[in-house]
């Protein structure tokens, strides 16, 4: 099975920090945020085994090629992936009910 590496853009990075600032201070605190915060590092670990088996998401949806997604509960991670040099990159992290044409432009 093919292994990658992953790596997160600032945008990415940044995503999770409101993520996780939203939850823990306006939504449903502590446990609840750390929880999550265990939930995204579960997924971007498991990037890098999986990644390559995540299909395609449609240009026409999102307005971009070879991006790939996974979802961890109501959030989405946002991807592509360089097979030339085995690497993912995470694009963006939000919610599902965004307007993620307008989010991954912002990439």
């Known amino acids: 099975m093919k292994k990658y ?5 600032e945008a990415s990075e940044q995503d999770l ?14 446990i609840v945020a750390d929880r999550y915060v265990d939930l995204f590092s ?3 670990k498991k990037l890098e ?3 390559g088996s995540m299909p ?3 240009k ?3 307005g971009y090629d070879n991006i790939r997604k996974i979802n961890v509960k109501n959030y989405i991670i946002f991807y592509k992936i360089n097979e030339e040099n085995s690497k993912v990159l995470v694009l963006r992290i939000g919610h599902t009910f965004m307007d993620w044409k307008e989010y991954l432009k912002e990439e």
């Open 56 to 58: 395609i998401l449609d």
């Open 42 to 44: 579960q997924a971007l």
């Open 60 to 62: 026409k949806l999102i």
């Open 5 to 9: 590496i992953v790596e997160t853009t």
């Open 49 to 51: 085994d999986i990644a």
């Open 17 to 30: 920090i409101n993520i996780i600032s939203y939850l823990r201070y306006n939504l449903v605190g502590n």
